[in-house]
């Protein structure tokens, strides 16, 4: 799950820099992630979560924690992901 807070980090962080000119904060170097190092699918997912873009943006940030957190359990049994998709919704 680290990798789903450290890519909201670096949304915020970026955007906070780059655009509206922080030029103070306190980060741990060593556990940040670029930008241009975040999955697409979770850049667009962090975007809408930071800047409130979508009504469901909670929601998809979550459901990508959830399929993070079962990848995370099978990679310790040393087994496969099985992603389930949810229905229409």
Known sequence: LMKIRESIHAV?????IMESG???GIVNAHE?????EV????LEACNNLVFNKTEDA???MLEL???ERAAIEA??????VE???????
């Open 39 to 42: 999955e697409p699918e979770l």
């Open 58 to 60: 909670t929601d998809v």
């Open 32 to 36: 940040m992630l670029a930008i241009n």
């Open 65 to 67: 924690t959830t399929k």
């Open 83 to 89: 992603v389930k998709e949810k229905s229409w919704r």
């Open 22 to 24: 922080m030029d103070v």
């Open 75 to 80: 990679r310790k049994k040393g087994g496969a």
């Open 12 to 16: 915020f962080l970026h955007h906070a």
